[in-house]
């Protein structure tokens, strides 16, 4: 593995809760990402929650001290091929989490995630953390 890696949802909630092993982790990977879908993920929480402001202010912070991958025609194609795929093999998976693989593919990263549907799939390398 190259060390570089692409933050699912569940590791950036546990990276603004202090969890140590993330921190660890993330000392120890030589790139991290976070794909502009994971932002809309944690944007959407934090309008939903008790302390939007709060937590709008928070993602504010986040962002400004990390790199974000965007969508591109490229993703398009790691998505269509991995959805087709994980169609094939009768493992569906939320679409959101098909973007993050997409992007994952496209920038040669591991995915940094505590859900276990990233495991095992051809396209993409997955750690938990």
Known sequence: ?????VLDTNVVI???????SVLHRLDAASAVYV???????????AYKSQR????????AQFTAS?????CDDNTAQHYGRIKNRLREIGR????????????????DCAVASRD?????MDEILAEAW
């Open 52 to 59: 939007p402001a709060s937590n709008l202010d928070r993602i």
């Open 92 to 107: 569906p998976i939320p679409e959101n989490d098909i973007w993050i693989a997409a992007i994952a593919a496209q920038h």
């Open 1 to 5: 593995m190259n060390g570089r890696f």
């Open 116 to 120: 276990e549907h990233f495991h095992g």
């Open 14 to 20: 546990a990276l603004f809760q202090s969890d140590s």
């Open 35 to 45: 794909p502009a879908v994971v932002l809309g993920e944690i944007y959407y929480g």
């Open 66 to 70: 990390c790199a974000v991958l965007v």
